[in-house]
């Protein structure tokens, strides 16, 4: 699973300010899953991509939050005009096909909004 | 709806000891897929197992092994002999077959294993 690669690994931002996280899949993946882990609590799915579609963003608050997988590079996590509850550890995971198969994980980012 | 369940929020015990974390899940999927993962201090998430609902047999990988019994909705790791490494949060979770998109977790229960 060292082979998803999510930069940056700490991100400080101030209120209002935007955040962006990446996240490069393993070589040879064309599924992406964005999860939020919020502080003492477990994952939660936010948003499934393939390249250049988004899937599922079921998960995804409804504003300030945006996720783009392009032909090329990696995919980005957006947040908008952070708030403080926005801070919590964000994970990548890809995959080659269905999720089922193997869903590998990034080291997270961890997002700081002070 | 899918739903896991872990409901061991915290253990502690001494090294050496086996250690069983619970897991109970809920779906009405016939065909679905059962995790475990470990999250260690440092933070990352260290995938350890991956079950198919069709595949009822116990594993074993060293001192890590894995119960799911269907009929109880139930796939508990117990970790023997453990180890002070083996501190950590540890993770369930479910993926439906036929919601390829996402995988549910459990609140994880944190793991401390004391020297």
């Known amino acids: 699973n060292a082979g998803v690669m999510q930069n940056p690994r700490h991100l400080v931002r101030r209120r209002g300010q935007e955040a962006r996280l990446r996240c490069s899949p393993m070589?040879?993946?064309?599924?992406v899953y964005w999860y939020r882990q919020l502080p003492e609590e477990g994952l939660k799915f936010m948003v499934y991509l393939q390249k250049e579609n988004i899937i599922d963003e079921s998960g995804m608050p409804k504003e300030r939050f945006s996720a783009e997988f392009p032909k090329e590079g990696p995919s980005i996590l957006r947040i908008q005009q952070v708030v403080r509850g926005d801070s919590a550890a964000y994970f990548c995971?890809?995959?080659?096909?269905?999720?089922?198969?193997?869903?590998?994980f990034g080291q997270g980012t961890r997002l700081t909004v002070v | 709806a899918q739903k896991v369940t872990q409901a061991q929020t915290e253990i502690s015990v001494v090294e050496k000891e086996d250690v069983t974390l619970d897991c109970v899940y809920e779906t009405r999927d016939t065909t679905y897929y059962l995790f475990w993962y470990k999250q260690p201090p440092s933070g990352e998430l260290v995938f350890l197992i991956r079950?198919?609902?069709?595949?009822?047999q116990n594993e074993i990988s060293g001192r890590y092994s894995w119960n799911f019994q269907k009929s109880t909705s139930s796939f508990n790791f117990t970790i023997t002999a453990s180890q002070v490494v083996d501190s950590a949060v540890y993770f369930c979770?479910?993926?439906?077959?036929?919601?390829?998109?996402?995988?549910?977790f459990g609140k994880g229960t944190r793991l401390h294993i004391l020297p």
């Open positions: 079950r198919n609902s069709f595949d009822e």
């Open positions: 995971a890809s995959s080659p096909n269905r999720v089922n198969t193997e869903a590998f």
């Open positions: 979770a479910l993926s439906e077959s036929n919601r390829d998109d996402k995988i549910i």
């Open positions: 070589k040879g993946h064309s599924h």
